[in-house]
């Protein structure tokens, strides 16, 4: 069993649907103060009030991650509501896909600039905080996709989310005199509102290909996120942990046939 999580201040950026939505569930229900920052000031508010009526501690913040300014104000706004920062969830990202034919300069930038230069942005504004807590903790939300894998349409993506990786390892040794942590989470399919629209058939396909024969729950990534926060976790950084069911696991079509 984990040390309590209670009363810790975590920052979970994208955190108002999908991944960052499930991530800042576990915090809550464990009885951590949580921001949800998003674009759309009121998507984040819907999240902070369905955990609020839980009996949750949460509050909503407008940011953009790719604009340093906007990170700054959240970093200052999570000290006026609550008195600090313990924890940082970077996971807001996005994912439009183009193929490199196809792909033009500002498409490359928007999705480097929200997953890459975001990731950074996010940590620089909240370094100063982290520093002053005795469980300072920095989770990523990467993939596996880039880091492992490929898909065609996504190599701004990819870029982007490998990236995130090399960024870590570096950042993790930069920031370990201040007993920073610095790790990251690799979901793989994971179930999201915005799959919602593609149907059963093309979800059963997703789930087929999966040695564990489901997509994955926000929570799951949550539960992984949650241990890297943990007192527990002080001692691991620059690590990364695959949450994907299996799904990177079989080399051949056959490899999972078999089974
Ligand atoms: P999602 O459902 O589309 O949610 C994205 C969240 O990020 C929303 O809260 C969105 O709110 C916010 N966001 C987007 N751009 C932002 C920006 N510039 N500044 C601040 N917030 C921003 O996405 P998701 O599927 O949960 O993905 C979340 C993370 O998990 C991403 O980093 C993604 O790469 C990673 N991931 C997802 C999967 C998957 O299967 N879903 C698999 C591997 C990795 P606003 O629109 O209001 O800003």
């Known amino acids: 069993m984990l040390t309590s999580i209670k009363g810790r201040s975590v920052i979970v950026t994208g955190g108002s649907k999908g991944i960052g939505k499930g991530i800042a569930r576990v915090f809550a229900a464990q009885g951590a103060k949580v921001m949800i920052v998003a674009r759309h000031i009121d998507g984040a508010e819907a999240t902070a009030a369905e955990f609020n009526a839980a009996g949750a501690t949460a509050c909503a913040f407008a940011a953009d991650v790719a604009k340093a300014s906007d990170v700054e104000a959240m970093?200052?706004?999570?000290?006026?509501?609550h008195g600090g920062l313990d924890i940082l969830c970077a996971n807001a990202g996005i994912f439009p896909a183009a193929k490199i034919e196809d792909m033009t300069e500002a498409q490359w930038d928007e999705v480097v600039d929200t997953n890459l230069k975001g990731t950074f942005?996010?940590?620089?504004?909240?370094?100063?905080?982290?520093?002053?807590?005795?469980?300072?903790?920095?989770?990523?939300?990467?993939?596996?996709?880039?880091?492992?894998?490929?898909?065609?349409?996504?190599?701004?993506?990819?870029?982007?989310?490998?990236?995130?990786?090399?960024?870590?390892?570096?950042?993790?040794?930069?920031?370990?005199?201040?007993?920073?942590?610095?790790?990251?989470?690799?979901?793989?399919?994971i179930k999201t509102e915005g799959l919602d629209g593609l149907g059963a058939d093309y979800l059963a396909t997703m789930a087929a290909s999966i040695p564990?024969?489901?997509?994955?729950a926000v929570e799951?990534?949550?539960?992984?996120?949650l241990f890297?926060?943990?007192?527990?976790?002080?001692?691991?950084?620059?690590?990364?942990?695959?949450?994907?069911?299996?799904?990177?696991?079989?080399?051949?079509?056959?490899a999972l046939e078999e089974a």
């Open 212 to 216: 564990l024969k489901k997509l994955g």
């Open 121 to 189: 942005l996010s940590i620089k504004a909240c370094v100063p905080l982290l520093k002053k807590s005795d469980q300072g903790r920095i989770v990523i939300t990467s993939s596996i996709t880039g880091p492992i894998t490929g898909f065609p349409g996504w190599t701004h993506y990819a870029a982007s989310k490998s990236g995130q990786l090399g960024f870590m390892r570096t950042a993790a040794i930069e920031l370990a005199k201040y007993a920073i942590t610095v790790n990251a989470v690799m979901p793989g399919n």
């Open 228 to 254: 890297f926060a943990s007192r527990e976790a002080a001692y691991i950084t620059g690590q990364s942990i695959v949450v994907d069911g299996g799904q990177t696991l079989p080399e051949s079509l056959e």
């Open 220 to 225: 799951d990534i949550g539960n992984a996120a």
């Open 75 to 81: 970093a200052q706004a999570v000290v006026e509501r």
